[in-house]
């Protein structure tokens, strides 16, 4: 059992580490078709969640932002 934790609960960094890594395995050709076929699973769901992450620090920041402006 991995000690990882959850993809959920990754930061984005983390998670774009991990996310860069499994693109190096895939790139390598290396990987079984079964092996691949997961690894781009779990890619996609480690690239959801830098997408969610930077989507809620966008969000931070219009709210910061709209909050110098006064509105």
Known sequence: MSSEPPID???FEQALEHLTG???RLE???LPLEESVA???QGVKL???CE???DQAEQRL???NNTDKGE
């Open 9 to 11: 609960k990754l930061s």
């Open 22 to 24: 499994l693109v190096e």
């Open 28 to 30: 390598s050709g290396e």
């Open 39 to 41: 690894a781009f699973e």
């Open 47 to 49: 690239s959801r969640r």
């Open 52 to 54: 969610s992450l930077l």
């Open 62 to 64: 219009q709210v910061l």
